[in-house]
């Protein structure tokens, strides 16, 4: 952890241990855990972050679309690798890259289905996807008889997992609503095994789902944001540790006179003589403009400096007025202190939003 002398994001392995040993410690010994490492772990690194989590002996990978599972099957990641969101299109490339499709509609079974028969596949595990509420992705209960029809007439396909997405696991006035999407997914598996005569593993709950629902844990569980270190509340966030922290390095220091503009359109007026630092990040690093005009910040020697001004694509500029700093001084965007939640409520969005967003420009630098 040495002082950042330029924009980096430090990734902590050892907290990627703690979050996992954490969240298996609240399974069955039996429960199965995915790792869900789309969107490049979250914003850190998909592949580092696989090959940890394949040391620990992770028992599943998701990703969202099927590059990303190439990408993992490109540097050597081994273990099982459901895609969440493919399309008809990428049937070949799911075969031959061993990647397992989540199948949510008819027209996507019916496409894969082709593709693996063309291809002379035996049992090619797929995943079957329910709608239970969420209304995104899925098939619906009535839709079972198509499905059992279709895969009575192929041996070149072999469902090995059912499962669902919880819509408000996270939101414990929503507890009615998530209770019926368990009770909806359960009546769900009971019909298909009963019409179809396959056992297939069932799995519910993302990260707020094991915490919130132990009952539904069934044969396995999907976890990301708790991965990297956020329990979406203020009480289980204290169980985690964020994995990743945004640091920079303050590159200049301007003097200004009460009166004077600074960045870009002049969105910003100094009320007094002011310091103000700039920074190297920007929008393309995603720091997104909404963070612009005070309401976002970062840190420097443990104070709060308020960004002013639009930001820029690779820069912005902060209000060090009242700050004791010098250029070449670290700034911590976030960390385990001040973490990403705290910035991303400032502008009303997540945790999940900001450190995803996170451009693939800044340097990753792993702890271990
Ligand atoms: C992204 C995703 C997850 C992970 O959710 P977290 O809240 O980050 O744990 C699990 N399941 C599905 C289907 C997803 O799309």
Not at 17 to 24: A, G, I, Q
């Amino acid at each position: 952890m040495s002082k950042a002398l330029e924009t980096i994001l430090e990734i902590d392995l050892g907290a990627l241990t703690h979050n996992f040993n954490y969240l298996k410690s609240k399974l069955q010994p039996q429960t199965k855990f995915l790792a869900v490492v789309k969107a490049f772990a979250y914003g850190s690194d998909a592949i580092e972050i696989a090959k940890h989590l394949q040391k620990l002996n992770v028992d599943y990978f998701a990703v969202a679309y099927t590059q990303e599972g190439v990408d993992l099957r490109d540097a050597g990641v081994t273990t099982p690798i459901l895609v969440l969101h493919p399309q008809s299109l990428n049937a070949e490339t799911l075969i031959d890259r061993c990647l397992e499709p989540s199948i949510y509609s008819a027209r996507l079974l019916n496409d894969f289905i082709a593709v693996a028969e063309k291809r002379g596949q035996k049992n090619y595990p797929i995943h079957i996807k329910f709608n239970t509420g969420l209304n995104r992705l899925g098939f619906e209960q009535k839709d079972i008889n198509t499905i059992v029809s279709k895969l009575e007439l192929t041996t070149a396909v072999k469902v090995k997992s059912i499962f669902s997405h919880l819509a408000a696991s996270e939101d414990l006035e929503e507890k009615d609503f998530t209770k019926q999407q368990i009770e909806t997914f359960k009546s769900i598996a009971e019909t298909f095994k009963t019409k179809s005569g396959i056992e297939p593993w069932l799995h519910l709950c993302n990260t707020s789902g094991i915490l919130n629902y132990p009952e539904a844990h069934f044969n396995m569980v999907r976890s990301g944001i708790g991965l990297y270190g956020f329990g979406n509340s203020e009480l289980e966030d204290k169980n985690f540790e964020p994995i990743a922290s945004l640091k920079s390095v303050i590159s200049q220091i301007h003097e200004i006179d009460k009166g004077k503009s600074v960045g870009y359109n002049r969105a910003y007026t100094s009320n007094r003589n002011e310091r103000v630092a700039t920074i190297p990040i920007g929008h393309a690093d995603g720091l997104s403009r909404v963070y612009g005009n005070k309401k976002g910040f970062v840190f420097i020697n443990d104070k709060k400096a308020y960004i002013i001004g639009n930001v820029c694509m690779d820069m912005i500029m902060v209000d060090v007025t009242d700050i004791n700093c010098k250029e070449g001084d670290e700034v911590i965007i976030f960390d385990k202190a001040h973490t990403a939640n705290e910035i991303a409520e400032s502008a009303g969005t997540i945790s999940y939003e900001i450190v995803t967003a996170l451009s693939k420009r800044i340097k990753r630098v792993f702890l271990p």
